[in-house]
């Protein structure tokens, strides 16, 4: 089992830039793919980004290729997205989550953090 902590969220004006953080328990956290999803009010959970075990496969959305980077530390048990270019329509709330299949449906990932809420003003 993982527990998962996210971090970095925040206002920012279109254009600018956010980094989010999500810290992980447990010594397993390398067993698992991670992924990014976001949740804007009134519509569903998504995928934004996943990243494999080791960090060398990394996957994104069409809407966020080329301005978010997804990236992880196995040593300090935290996986990052790296958001630039922040357009509007990227405000959401934001979580981390962990899975043990290489995946992008959010029901296929077991363990979830909070949340964090990204707004991006126009």
């Known amino acids: 089992q993982v527990q998962l902590v996210e971090s970095g969220g925040g206002l920012v004006q279109a254009g600018g830039s956010l980094r989010l953080s999500c810290a992980a328990s447990?010594?397993?956290?390398?067993?698992?793919?991670m992924g990014w999803f976001r949740q804007a009010p009134g519509k569903e959970r998504v995928f934004v980004a996943g990243?494999?075990?080791?960090?060398?496969?990394?996957y994104y959305i069409d809407s966020v290729k080329g301005r978010f980077t997804i990236s992880r530390d196995n040593a300090k048990n935290t996986v990052y997205l790296q958001m630039n270019s922040l357009k509007p329509e990227d405000t959401a709330v934001y979580y981390c989550?962990?899975?043990?299949?290489?995946?992008?449906?959010?029901?296929?990932?077991?363990?979830w953090g909070q949340g964090t809420q990204v707004t991006v003003s126009s």
């Open positions: 990243i494999s075990r080791s960090g060398d496969s990394t």
């Open positions: 447990g010594r397993t956290f390398s067993t698992y793919t």
């Open positions: 989550a962990a899975s043990s299949l290489v995946t992008t449906t959010p029901r296929t990932y077991p363990y």
